[in-house]
């Protein structure tokens, strides 16, 4: 890859030095996603699909930016792990594109090395960027006693003072580069996330065995559940596909609504069981 090009796990790490980049970047190719993109003020973004999912969420991002002028690119997840950068450039396989990146020449079935070498050629666009609705809320009516219930579109905006509660994640359940630190920043009770069609070397859940090493219960919801960059979805339509040693612990299962899963959690943490965050 040339300069003209900025590989990394995840979109969230883009900065001032990457714009006007083309960026391979390994998160799922969701709104949220594409939006930190458009942000950064990339030239053109390769993301992953995420197993496309819930009403194609996985890659929603690519119209969304094509709205923009900006081509875009999605990798398919069972090609290259999500959450890894390297490895989308290594092994991944063009599976969508939106019209801007096809009028580049990109075209499913590419490796990314042959869509980054036509996405380079994309003029340079800067467009004004919209505000998404607010990505981080509190779910009020799962909260009890002083037990906290926090839905947020990505995991990468995880407060100190989450430590102890519980975070529904839209973000997909894939360390970044396989770095177990990775899993999340604070030691939370429980973590839901998007499996991401789970994947190549079953990446869009290695953040639990992760977690679990932490003590703190996790587990994921099948991508064509809920749709993946949307917390509150995760929350409202999830049904848990993985779950963690600690979650199987306090009761969580395969099958059941994340709504259900969220609610047997709570009362665990109002109990006095598990080992993250409450004796934090």
Not at 228 to 235: F, H, M, N, P, R
């Given at each position: 890859?040339t300069e003209?090009?900025?590989?990394?796990?995840?979109?969230?790490?883009?900065?001032?030095?990457?714009?006007?980049?083309?960026?391979?970047?390994?998160?799922?190719?969701?709104?949220?996603?594409?939006?930190?993109?458009?942000?950064?003020?990339?030239?053109?973004?390769?993301?992953?699909?995420?197993?496309?999912?819930?009403?194609?969420?996985?890659?929603?991002?690519?119209?969304?930016?094509?709205?923009?002028?900006?081509?875009?690119?999605?990798?398919?997840?069972?090609?290259?792990?999500?959450?890894?950068?390297?490895?989308a450039l290594?092994?991944?396989?063009?599976?969508?594109?939106?019209?801007?990146?096809?009028?580049?020449?990109?075209?499913?079935?590419?490796?990314?090395?042959?869509?980054?070498?036509?996405?380079?050629?994309?003029?340079?666009?800067?467009?004004?960027?919209?505000?998404?609705?607010?990505?981080?809320?509190?779910?009020?009516?799962?909260?009890?006693?002083?037990?906290?219930?926090?839905?947020?579109?990505?995991?990468?905006?995880?407060?100190?003072?989450?430590?102890?509660?519980?975070?529904?994640?839209?973000?997909?359940?894939?360390?970044?580069?396989?770095?177990?630190?990775?899993?999340?920043?604070?030691?939370?009770?429980?973590?839901?996330?998007?499996?991401?069609?789970?994947?190549?070397?079953?990446?869009?859940?290695?953040?639990?065995?992760?977690?679990?090493?932490?003590?703190?219960?996790?587990?994921?919801?099948?991508?064509?559940?809920?749709?993946?960059?949307?917390?509150?979805?995760?929350?409202?339509?999830?049904?848990?596909?993985?779950?963690?040693?600690?979650?199987?612990?306090?009761?969580?299962?395969?099958?059941?609504?994340?709504?259900?899963?969220?609610?047997?959690?709570?009362?665990?943490?109002?109990?006095?069981?598990?080992?993250?965050?409450?004796?934090?």
């Open positions: 890859m003209d090009c900025v590989v990394l796990d995840t979109v969230t790490k883009l900065g001032p030095g990457d714009r006007g980049r083309v960026a391979v970047c390994a998160s799922h190719g969701g709104l949220y996603a594409a939006w930190c993109a458009a942000k950064a003020g990339v030239r053109a973004v390769v993301l992953n699909d995420a197993g496309i999912g819930r009403e194609e969420a996985g890659v929603a991002g690519l119209a969304w930016l094509d709205r923009l002028g900006l081509p875009a690119a999605a990798l398919d997840h069972d090609s290259c792990r999500i959450g890894d950068g390297a490895d290594a092994r991944g396989v063009v599976s969508r594109v939106n019209a801007s990146a096809a009028a580049l020449g990109v075209v499913a079935g590419q490796r990314t090395p042959d869509a980054v070498g036509r996405l380079v050629t994309a003029p340079l666009r800067f467009p004004a960027v919209p505000e998404l609705a607010e990505s981080r809320s509190r779910i009020g009516e799962a909260c009890r006693d002083d037990i906290e219930v926090w839905a947020l579109d990505s995991v990468s905006l995880v407060r100190p003072e989450d430590a102890g509660a519980i975070v529904v994640t839209g973000s997909h359940g894939g360390l970044l580069g396989g770095r177990p630190e990775s899993a999340i920043g604070v030691d939370v009770f429980a973590a839901l996330f998007n499996d991401a069609g789970i994947g190549i070397d079953e990446a869009g859940t290695t953040r639990l065995p992760a977690l679990a090493a932490r003590g703190i219960a996790a587990a994921t919801v099948d991508c064509f559940s809920a749709r993946i960059g949307e917390g509150l979805s995760t929350y409202r339509d999830g049904i848990v596909s993985r779950v963690n040693a600690p979650a199987v612990a306090l009761g969580g299962r395969v099958g059941m609504p994340a709504r259900e899963l969220v609610a047997v959690l709570v009362e665990a943490r109002r109990a006095g069981r598990g080992l993250a965050g409450a004796g934090r």
